[in-house]
């Protein structure tokens, strides 16, 4: 692929000889025949050790790498260099068609170009739309609906009537549309028991959303469960039942989210982040890992923590908590020294 | 449905005319043939906006309600809904009888009723009993045994010799009766080695358990791994090998618990709690979410944090450490101040 | 099976009887036919009611169970009631040979002595060595490679390319090569969007290692993901693309290993710990469970926390946090009492 044809397609600015490239990679792992990236300064040294044929770099870096290599000057150097990586991505080829050793069930409508995998089951009336592909093993349940392009990695489940818009990917093993974890208590003369709440509600997710290996979303009690165009869900996550998330969300592995959190568009959310039932977190939030989410979070907030507050005030609190030893050595001596002068 | 009826089924008294209503649902998704549901005091203003035909609510709300609406009056709201609900689910239909496109191996038992979806693998000797379903690509291991009308999701899996009672509940990838993490430490010549420890035993569980998707309950070393009647867990819990769970716990999702925990009835746990090997917890106590239990927590506690302490200190304690900052720059003043007077 | 028999292959000296013992099992479960094992000082009045035959105890307390059982005396106990187990254990039969309910596409390897399933998927190129178990449902991406007397229960997943070495266990659901969490954050005029960056690279899997149910292994960006030989990790783990583990690490439940963290040899970590991605912890370290592991942790190392902090502080930080609701009543009385006189 030439230098030239690259910087088109991924907005760049060739700096040096339109050389051929085979393909794009790390800066360590490059041959003499592959295009690599410097994402910023700290790079650099890895940069100029690298064999990389050509570079693709932010400007502020262009002039200390001129080294003979061809560069491709870009502003946004993690954008640019996905984009150049998606023109060398290949989808493993599949077979097209459906398997005759798949099921489906009466009235389901498959659209062209749909693949259908061995051992694949669909549920009466649901609906696959054009070129999705359904790997070995996927179930989709009566009535679901899965949009165009879409990628159902194995074992991946949809129960019935949840809904996938376009260009979602799910990863293997990820669940959708279980119930809800809710229960009523019921005090009886045996103590208390806890009575099923049927889920009558569904889940949508929006287009371009991709959820990673073995997570789950929940179904809504009533109405549905949400997630917004663009979020991405890591692995392990937990989405529980009538949660709504934004429009390009972020949720790293294993996060959970409780029954009815909402979260707005561009939530930042480190892993093993739990968000209590109802929380809801503003525009642009970014909660750090391993934090615990109550009540409200403003938009553009940044917090940590369990529960979560301001993490400018987070870390230097977890400063204080490592000296809280001494602290509390110095805090009883304090207290026998004035003990008899004060109240303390 | 006539409300005459559903009083008499969900223990409430009917004020107002004896309408038809064709389904339940929340308050604000509601038209004017549904039934609806009041929990609280909170819920009035979105009551009184409701389109919402009759209403179940609570004895201290039903006068404030009064506005021509059929009101079902019932003590435990919660458990009436529920209850209500119940009546208008229906479980979507499904193929009666034993697809041919499942493997089921010698000596297998199925009992009357039984529905077994293509892609589900029997072991030997394994036993299922009335009326229970195992949908697409179930795996149950040899000598295994499923009670009465239990419900398992695609991709359950058993393995061998583990037990369900009945109305056992497993959603979709639940996993029954891998091995415990055991291992013995052999110290070699060449460092470190994790000797493999078989595991001999099994796993138990109770009628009327609901076990969420993508949770895991270990075998045994030796001897079972419990889940007691009427215990619900949600999704992507860990349940640990030779961890007893008594009657009717509420564990919700992420939770982890190490080897031989044990937990009381009625124990509820809130998601992302960390339960240590061998800790125990009385009957009823209540573990915050994302809390840390080690060691023995008495019957009718509630805890937080890690390690979990009482949660009364612990919310204290929180709100005391978001003030550490402050505290440590006055302590630092404090032992400048005193420092020639005093030992600080 | 005969104690003398067992002495030798345990490598532990047998005094008393040399009597035949039917199975190995735990000091209550055993009948008077079976071997049980005194691991520790704690175990002597649980030893002594037992009815076991046979016990393997430590040298220093051979003399105190001297009632006319036979023992076998061994230095490591657990290691020799661990090897002892294994003579006693039988892997349940199966079937041998191929499944002609599997599918096996073009080109794949299959050695001697394995076994395929029902409804297992192989794609084309991959190989599978010798004595290797595939049960049902497993999915083996075109190319992938398992090496011998592996075992890779229901549903796991492998994805094209992926490499496993010789007896390595993957139990059900666990996923190996899904699309690691990397995304290009697009700064465009509708607001930030998230560009998926291809996967390029793998992951390999040394051998002897085990993987819990329902864990995820992600394929690196460019180059692998590495798990060292000998590594054992507990069920519903995250490890994130890229992450290289060393030797014989232990990985316990819930565990999330994020981008390019690396774990020297040896490594030990409890449930639920966060590692940062790029986070590095050195040979031998040991995490405490729900930890939060950033920047560098050195070799040998003891830490817990979030963030994490060596453990010995950690033990009297959060005694000290428990008391800090009395210490700030102590301070507001001080700043007050002090008020005039200092800058407190």
Redesign the interface.
């Known amino acids: 692929m030439k230098l030239s044809f690259i910087a088109t397609k991924i907005g760049a600015e060739l700096k040096g000889e339109d050389l051929e490239v085979s393909?794009l990679?790390?800066l360590?792992?490059a041959t003499e025949e592959d295009l690599s990236f410097v994402e910023s300064r700290q790079y650099l040294p890895q940069a100029r050790a690298s064999k990389a044929r050509a570079l693709i770099v932010p400007p502020e870096l262009a002039q200390e790498l001129e080294d003979g290599r061809s560069l491709l000057i870009a502003p946004?150097v993690?954008?640019a260099?996905?984009?150049a990586?998606?023109l060398?991505?290949k989808e493993?080829p599949r077979p097209s068609g459906i398997?005759p050793?798949a099921?489906i069930e009466e009235g389901v409508q498959l659209e062209p170009g749909v693949t259908v995998?061995?051992?694949v089951?669909i549920g009466r009336q649901a609906r696959i739309g054009k070129n999705s592909v359904l790997?070995?093993?996927v179930?989709v349940?009566?009535g679901a609906q899965i949009g165009q392009n879409c990628r159902l990695?194995?074992?991946v489940?949809l129960?019935?009537g949840v809904r996938l818009g376009d260009h979602v990917t799910l990863?293997?093993?990820a669940?959708v549309g279980?119930?809800g974890?809710g229960?009523?208590?019921?005090?009886g003369p045996q103590?208390?028991?806890?009575?099923?709440?049927?889920h009558?509600g569904t889940v949508e997710i929006g287009p371009e959303v991709?959820i990673?290996?073995?997570s789950?979303v929940?179904r809504g009690?009533?109405?549905a469960t949400k997630i917004g165009p663009?979020t991405?869900i890591?692995?392990?996550a937990?989405i529980?039942h009538n949660v709504e998330i934004g429009?390009?969300a972020?949720i790293?592995?294993?996060c959970?989210l409780?029954g009815h959190a909402r979260l707005g568009?561009?939530v930042m959310m480190g892993?093993?982040v739990?968000v209590?039932p109802g929380a809801e977190i503003g525009a642009r939030a970014q909660i750090a890992?391993?934090s615990?989410v109550t009540g409200k979070i403003p938009p553009e907030a940044e917090v940590a923590?369990?529960?979560a507050?301001p993490i400018r005030?987070?870390r230097?609190?977890?400063?204080?908590?490592?000296?809280?030893?001494d602290?509390?050595k110095?805090?009883q001596?304090?207290?026998k020294?004035w003990g008899g002068k004060?109240?303390?």
């Open positions: 393909s990679t790390s360590d792992q946004q993690r954008v260099w996905a984009k990586a998606a060398f991505w493993p398997s050793l099921v995998y061995p051992f089951y790997y070995p093993g179930f349940g009566e990695y194995p074992y489940v129960y019935p990863h293997a093993g669940v279980a119930d974890f229960y009523a208590q019921e005090i103590g208390l028991k806890h009575l099923k709440i049927p009558f991709e990673g290996a073995n789950c929940d009690t009533f109405g663009g991405k890591d692995n392990l937990q529980g429009e390009a972020i790293v592995a294993q959970g409780g568009p561009w892993g093993q739990g209590a890992a391993k615990g923590g369990i529960p507050i005030i987070w230097k609190a977890v400063v204080a908590f490592a000296k809280l030893p602290m509390v110095d805090w001596k304090l207290k020294l004060s109240e303390l």
